[in-house]
Every structure is written in C-alpha cells, then in structure tokens.
C-alpha cells in the first residue's frame, strides 16, 4: 500500500543534518616517509628464511616510544602494503593507510583503541572519496555510510545502520551536486523482515509502503482456488497437487 500524507505527523526530515567531518583529507597529501634527519631508530624484521623485508618499525630516539609500522608487499619489499600510526604517549595505534588494491584510512580512537572512521577512495584517483565507513564506539561495528558521487567531493546518501541487528534503519539522500537533504527513509523491520518503509520529502510530504499485508494479485487468488479444488478431489495424488 503506497499513500501520500500532505505533513507527516513525526519523523519530519531535519533542518539540517551535519555531515561527516574529519581530517582525513589532509592526509592525502602527507609523505608518510619520515625524513633520515628525524631522531628514530629503526627495527628491520625479515621474513622466515628470507631477505625479503617483512615491516619496519620506528622508535623515537630519545622516549623510545613507537611512532609507527611500515608494512611491505609480500612480492616486493619496496613496496608499502600499509603503515600503522601510534600516539608516543600512550602507545595506542591511531591511524592505519592501507595501500592494497586501493587507498584506504582508518583512524582510532587514542584512548580505547577502536576504530573510529575509515576513509576509502578511488581506485583510479586517490584523490576522490568514494566512501566513508564510521563505527559505534561500544560495539566496534559499522554505524554510518556515507557513500559519495564520482567527483569523491559530495555525498549521494548516507546509511544508518543498527550497530547490533547490522541492518539499514534509515537513509538519507542529497541533492545532485550540494549538500542539501533531498529525502529521508526510514525502515521498519519485524521478525528479521522489514514490514514498512517511509520516506520523508523537502516539501513536506511523506509516502508509506506497507509489506505487512501485500496485495494478492488475481493470478495467485486463481492458484489457491485450483488448489483448494485438487484438495476436495477423492483420487489425491501428485499431479492433481500441481498447480
């Protein structure tokens, strides 16, 4: 059942809806090679049986606190795989890049060590955000999607998930080429089914899909009379079952 409501009683569209902040892109800039005349010691850890380079770890020279990881390519060991980031305070991991396949960071939160955002982008141009993953800081589980347009600049939709069922519980859709809300649906599920989805327009209009009543269609009301019909017939078999 579809209906269209000239207001919508609750669950209006927000005035606004702040979108996900951080600092990630100004890592894409950032030389993640430390400069020789930094004060670190470095500790070189080969591969079993191997002259192959596994990962590089960096010390600072005077705390000796650990400022990060470098992880190599299994097939080249001048190749970055991804570097892991710590806090020389705390000595909890705080930021990883991940170069397999495409670019990809994640930050963690300094004190409990769990994840807090991760970043992904193109795979044709590091340059262009194609997702934004951000995770519920109690679970550890992905809470919001924001999923960007080709130019990795604006966000097409955004997806709030359950962080404890891992479903889709709303999702939010902007404007071609701005940050303006075009609409908001919302879902309602029931015995692991969804049973009704609302979605919430700028003009202040609502429609309702209802699942938990479908419509029968007439072709199906014809299938249940034929096989009421077999069910009466004195001589049952398989055939006669068969609709």
Known sequence: MISTLPKPAENPIPEYFVL????FLDLLNKNLTYNPDEKYNQEIVYRRNSSQIDRIHFYNKESGAKIKTNYYDYFNDKKIKSVDEYDEKTGQKIRTTNYTLYKSVTEYNRK?????????????????????????????????????????????????????????EQCINYKKDSNIISSVSKYEFKDNKMVKTTCYYTDHTQTIRDFNNPPISDFEKEKNAKLIDNLFKKNLNFTTLQL
């Open 112 to 168: 409990s060590g769990k994840k807090l955002k991760t970043v992904n982008y193109s795979l044709r141009d590091e340059n262009k955000i194609t997702s934004i993953h951000e995770y519920h800081s109690i679970y550890d589980r992905v809470t919001r999607i924001s999923i960007f347009r080709p130019d990795g600049k604006s966000i097409s939709m955004v997806k709030e998930i359950n962080p404890l069922t891992e479903r889709v």
């Open 20 to 23: 996900p902040q951080s600092k």
